[in-house]
């Protein structure tokens, strides 16, 4: 069975966008004078801009058996490109606020922030993301009804580890944190034997989840955790994946921090590694050959602890493994391996999600590369590239235009202002410029 696609509301009518330089996110060169036509909710034209016929900016008599006018978008000065894939956030982790208040928020509190996120999102130029861990299905299908605005999305809900592991949140006093007591925020799933590990992910598929989330290695975020601590070891991983054959054939990915942990992750079969800092030469061969997808979190990976909240001990861990990390990725996009985009959005701020382009240009990627890693590669790992990811005739169209030129610029796209207007499914869901008429 293929990935479910998550709808959201749909637009109507026919809109030209010209004028706009195209770049479409399969890689190709960038297009000047482009035009893209919206039919309903698909795109409907896509290529060199075509010859005004003036049918466009006169109403049709009833009837006539004329093609509906379009609504003309002049577009010139800027840049058309698909919706954006984030495949790793977290947006039920509030970016303003601390443990503390969060602790004494009400579950509608958690859900309003949650809901806003969500349009920071979308307004980011993400209409589509994949939530590993935290989010539950009620926000997915909140977003597909039109309730909230937000990125189309696939959901993990929890995520796998065993005892002591990254996901799990239990402190050594046994105290748990009150997002971790409530029923509203299924985000941790902890697992030891071969029976847990299938009765969670058996859970997670009654729940609704469309990806698996497994810790093979630990973190930096959790009580008492470190990357180099083991996590769900290979055979599990395998379990998994197995597992979910059987069901939808949802995408099993790993939290896979070390060597150990990519190693565990990939021996078990997981499709993609997230994070991957400790990758090898030896690795990457092993990506390589089986085609396995890295997105490897730069805009967490590159962000270091406020030093008021943390101590000097875990800044200088994480300032090393910023290091080896930013390495390990260089090496992995000059090997080849295939890079997609995700941000860790919520251990990092919300609404800033394509900083993660520049952090890829960064360790080596062009930027056409790195649009094409945060558009189609994204949707084909979530197994959507049929409906989404490129500005293609047929797809579905989702569509964003910005000031910044993502090939020349591509630092600035990290602010959300440089993102003027956004179409979801053919329906204008930002436009800052007013520039749709809509
Ligand atoms: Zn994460």
């Known amino acids: 069975m293929s990935a479910r696609l998550p709808r959201t509301p749909s637009g109507t009518g026919r809109t030209r966008i010209v004028g706009a330089t195209l770049v479409d996110g399969t890689g190709a060169p960038a297009l000047p004078d482009a035009e893209v036509e919206v039919v309903d909710d698909r795109i409907g034209y896509v290529g060199p801009r075509r010859p005004d016929t003036g049918a466009d900016t006169e109403a049709d008599a009833v009837g006539n058996g004329r093609a509906t006018p379009a609504t003309v978008v002049d577009a010139r000065g800027l840049h058309v490109l698909p919706g954006f894939v984030d495949l790793h956030v977290h947006a039920a982790m509030p970016d303003d606020v601390g443990p503390d208040v969060r602790a004494g928020w009400f579950p509608e509190e958690e859900a309003f922030s949650t809901a806003r996120t969500l349009a920071r999102t979308l307004a980011a130029g993400v209409t589509t993301a994949r939530d590993l861990s935290g989010l539950t299905p009620g926000f997915r299908n909140a977003v597909a009804a039109g309730h909230i605005t937000g990125p189309r999305l696939h959901l993990a809900v929890a995520l796998l580890s065993p005892t002591g592991g990254h996901g799990d949140p239990v402190a050594p006093n046994g105290s748990l944190p009150v997002y971790a007591q409530r029923a509203t925020t299924p985000g941790w799933c902890v697992v030891d034997t071969a029976d847990e590990v299938v009765r969670a992910v ?182 959507l590239q049929e409906h989404l990811g490129s500005v293609t005739t047929g797809k579905l169209a989702d569509l964003v235009l910005t000031r910044a030129d993502p090939l020349t610029a591509v630092h600035a796209l990290a602010d959300p202002r440089e993102v003027r207007a956004v179409w979801q499914s053919g329906r204008v869901v930002k436009d800052l410029d007013r520039i749709t008429g809509a």
């Open 202 to 383: 058996r859970r997670l598929d009654r729940i609704g989840a469309d990806v698996i989330k497994v810790c093979t290695s630990g973190g930096l975020s959790t009580p008492g955790d470190d990357p180099t601590e083991l996590g769900v070891p290979a055979e599990h991983v395998a379990l998994i994946v197995a597992e979910m054959r059987r069901r939808r054939s949802q995408p099993v990915t790993a939290h896979a921090q070390s060597e150990q942990g990519i190693r565990e992750a990939l021996r078990g079969g997981a499709a993609s590694i997230e994070h991957g800092y400790g990758l090898t030469d030896e690795l990457i061969e092993e990506m390589l050959d089986r085609a396995t997808v890295l997105v490897p979190t730069l805009s967490a990976l590159t962000s270091l602890p406020d030093p008021a909240r943390a101590s000097q001990e875990k800044i200088d861990r994480k300032r090393w493994w910023r290091d080896t990390g930013l390495r390990a990725v260089a090496r992995a996009v000059e090997a080849g391996v295939t890079i997609a985009t995700g941000t860790d959005a919520g251990v990092v701020p919300h609404g800033r999600n394509l900083a993660e382009l520049g952090h890829l240009v960064d360790v080596g990627m062009t930027p056409l590369a790195a649009v094409r890693a945060g558009t189609l590669v994204g949707a084909r790992t979530m197994g």
